[in-house]
């Protein structure tokens, strides 16, 4: 089956400046990444996603890059700000949804 | 993006009862709607995958007769946590995929708040 990986596992950063965040994957047919924010006592919050025959796609200070032959693909925060702070899961989609491990970000005022 | 709503976000009950979670797709019918378990600073944990108007699927090492799930129509799945013990407090999510077509066409997926299940 599937296998994602997430790093960093925690991330602090000053405010203002970026924040990226990587995850791998493993199996090939994999062709959907989504991006989730997670806060404290919630459900998680589809920020961004790509699809495979996308290279690129960006949102405002949110970008994601996707590599299909290396089978990784990131989250490019720009501008943090402190509402930036959450747990941020990537995951990787054919029909289920594979999850990384998490990546806690902290945005120091 | 598309609503989800899970009910109830927080759930208390005694070790030995029973406890239903509902999980409702708002503005869009998902053919397809997911439960997990996270444990705390941990992963989302896929329990069971449950299509509408058949059974659901279980991974591995999930009990099926301990966690009833029901997807009777396309808007609205539920979990029962069947005979609680302590060790099934934990924060259970649904997740709903909008549309999606096939097993390569993947479709976003939308959760829901989350309960926070303590059993007492």
């Known amino acids: 089956g599937e296998n994602v990986e997430q790093h960093p596992s925690t991330l602090s950063v000053q405010e203002g400046d970026s924040a990226v965040i990587k995850c791998t994957y493993s199996?090939?047919?994999?062709?959907?990444f989504p991006w989730y924010k997670q806060e404290l006592g919630k459900g998680p919050q589809l920020i961004i996603d790509?699809?495979?025959?996308?290279g690129e796609k960006k949102d405002q200070r949110i970008a994601v890059t996707l590599n299909k032959t290396a089978k990784h693909f990131s989250l490019h925060i720009t501008e943090t700000q402190p509402e930036d702070s959450a747990v941020y899961f990537c995951?990787?989609?054919?029909?289920?949804?594979?999850f990384g491990t998490g990546t806690s970000l902290t945005v120091i005022p | 993006g598309a609503v989800v709503s899970q009910h109830p976000s927080r759930v208390i009950c005694k070790s030995g009862t029973s406890v239903k979670i509902e999980c409702r797709s708002l503005?869009?019918?998902?053919?397809?709607m997911f439960w997990y378990r996270q444990f705390p600073k941990q992963s989302l944990m896929l329990m069971a995958t449950?299509?509408?108007?058949?059974?659901?699927?279980?991974e591995q090492g999930v009990e099926k007769d301990k966690f009833l799930i029901n997807h009777a129509s396309l808007t609205l799945s539920t979990l029962t946590v069947t005979s609680a013990h302590p060790e099934d407090s934990s924060f259970y999510i649904c997740?709903?995929?909008?549309?999606?077509?096939?097993?390569?066409?993947?479709?976003?997926?939308?959760f829901g708040q989350g309960t926070r299940l303590t059993v007492v």
């Open positions: 503005d869009f019918q998902a053919t397809t």
């Open positions: 199996d090939s047919a994999s062709n959907y």
């Open positions: 997740s709903a995929r909008d549309g999606g077509q096939g097993p390569r066409l993947a479709a976003e997926a939308f």
């Open positions: 449950s299509n509408e108007g058949s059974k659901a699927t279980y």
């Open positions: 995951a990787a989609s054919i029909n289920q949804f594979y």
């Open positions: 790509i699809r495979s025959n996308v």
